[in-house]
């Protein structure tokens, strides 16, 4: 366990350095392909609960996604 | 003295007729706006203006989830098991988006489970398989922009079904950094559940919870002008009466099952990153998402997911998915245990804690109106190598206003 929580850490880390030495690389005005529809890293919200729901209900695995585990649902996952 | 029935007659007339003025005004009030809408007024030029509440999102899902297979934590099916796992299960849901303000906009959700056959979420529906079980909830998140780079975000949901009630409420910050190129955010959320502590038999013995706190670190960055990168760390921590009380294990040494029983904790870590690629010349997006996920029942779980998402026309999209996961399963896992087992000791037969692998291909057409609405359809099936297998059709549809 301490292995694995070491390497969240510095996961963490690396995302908290990337994210402070955050620089401008894409200017605002060369995002026209980020405001694509296909582009936004989830897909339509319903859709995803939808999915979420069922891998959550199915799968021993769940968190992770700004949702806790075992919440509004009656299975013991 | 006035006779009271005759006073409360009157008392609803008058009511009745104040609504009916009320409405008159508001309609009046409507039309006129219509009427006298000048063409070159900012509203008309830049859209709607901000002045009051206003509805700016209404999406519709209807999904269908058609489920079958066999685990030993199911009743239907030999006493030694394993039991059918086949479920029928219809979800529709509504979403709202409501902008109070230019920088205030919630967001209600309410999701329906209407169950049916053998299902883990209900007893009744695992010893009568032609039963049925519902489940209503309704979800608020609101969104306040706290300034250009800072926004504040409150959840609170509910969750009612037979024997089971849920109540959850989160709080979130998000602050955008190097001319929004960077997100980094944090959030929090606390769930109470509370349900019937029900028996396989289907004795009950009063009401149990338990609760679960999480917390969520995430950061998104922009790579380049077609490339978009996000990551999350999730630790979660649950406490009370984890298991499914309902749930059996056979037992090794006897034609009989005994409930099956959790740690009274439980600490749930995971790590995921994703990735989305447009590319301009072929009009397609590519996204790849990745998920490590470990916990303290000794249960650790991969995920990979790939997406490819096609304009087949300037207003119809294709995504093809491919979802790869597999979990070692709890320790605590055996499909039978010996009757002289401890009545605290954890065991459990449930066939979604074993370890498996699980692949899922999905396949969804997607058509953006003119005018800001959308309609999609998608079917998913998904299998995994321990016997279970769904297949699931989702329709969509959505409309901003």
Redesign the interface.
């Known amino acids: 366990?301490s292995e694995?929580?070491w390497?969240?850490a510095r996961?963490?880390l690396l995302?908290?350095l990337?994210?402070?030495s955050?620089?401008?690389?894409?200017?605002?005005n060369?995002?026209?392909?980020?405001a694509?529809?296909?582009?936004?890293?989830q897909?339509?919200?319903?859709?995803r609960?939808?999915?979420r729901?069922?891998?959550v209900?199915?799968?021993?695995?769940?968190?992770?996604?700004?949702?806790?585990?075992?919440?509004?649902?009656?299975?013991?996952? | 003295m006035a006779n009271p029935p005759a006073e409360a007659v009157a008392a609803a007339i008058s009511a009745l007729s104040r609504a009916r003025g009320a409405a008159a005004v508001a309609a009046f009030g409507l039309l006129s706006t219509v009427a006298h809408a000048d063409p070159t007024s900012d509203a008309s030029i830049l859209g709607r203006s901000n002045d009051g509440p206003r509805i700016d999102d209404f999406r519709l899902r209807l999904t269908s989830y058609y489920q079958d297979g066999r685990g030993y934590q199911s009743q239907a099916g030999p006493v030694a098991g394993p039991g059918s796992e086949r479920a029928i299960i219809v979800q529709p849901m509504l979403l709202v988006g409501i902008r109070q303000s230019p920088r205030i906009r919630h967001e209600v959700v309410v999701p329906v489970d209407i169950v049916s056959a053998a299902s883990a979420n209900a007893l009744d529906v695992i010893s009568h398989a032609s039963a049925v079980n519902e489940a209503v909830g309704i979800e608020v998140t609101s969104r306040f922009e706290l300034s250009d780079d800072d926004q504040l975000m409150t959840h609170v949901g509910w969750h009612e079904e037979e024997p089971f009630g849920s109540g959850s409420f989160a709080l979130g910050y998000t602050r955008s950094l190097a001319d929004d190129n960077a997100t980094l955010g944090i959030s929090g959320q606390a769930t109470y559940d509370r349900f019937d502590f029900l028996q396989p038999n289907g004795d009950r013995y009063g009401r149990r919870n338990r609760t679960a706190v999480n917390g969520n670190l995430s950061f998104s960055q922009l790579l380049s002008p077609t490339t978009v990168f996000d990551a999350s760390y999730g630790l979660t921590y649950q406490e009370g009466l984890l298991q499914t009380s309902y749930n059996s294990v056979p037992l090794s040494d006897a034609a009989a099952r005994t409930p099956e029983v959790f740690p009274h904790s439980r600490t749930r870590s995971a790590l995921s990153a994703r990735v989305a690629q447009h590319v301009p010349e072929t009009h397609s997006t590519l996204r790849a998402a990745y998920r490590y996920y470990w916990d303290s029942f000794s249960l650790s779980a991969h995920t990979l997911e790939l997406e490819l998402h096609q304009y087949l026309a300037p207003r119809l999209i294709a995504r093809g998915s491919y979802r790869y996961y597999t979990q070692t399963g709890v320790d605590f896992f055996g499909t039978s245990v010996p009757s002289g087992i401890g009545t605290f000791s954890p065991r459990t037969s449930d066939s979604d804690l074993a370890a498996f692998h699980a692949n899922e291909l999905g396949l969804r057409l997607q058509w953006l109106a003119r005018g800001h609405s959308a309609l999609d359809v998608s079917y998913f099936h998904y299998e995994r190598d321990n016997g279970l297998y769904a297949n699931i059709f989702s329709f969509g549809y959505g409309e901003s206003f």
């Open positions: 366990m694995r929580l390497l969240a996961a963490l995302a908290l990337c994210a402070t955050a620089c401008a690389i894409v200017p605002q060369r995002r026209q392909y980020l694509d529809p296909t582009m936004p890293a897909d339509d919200a319903l859709e609960r939808a999915m729901k069922f891998h209900t199915r799968e021993g695995a769940a968190g992770a996604d700004g949702k806790p585990a075992g919440g509004g649902c009656g299975c013991g996952n």
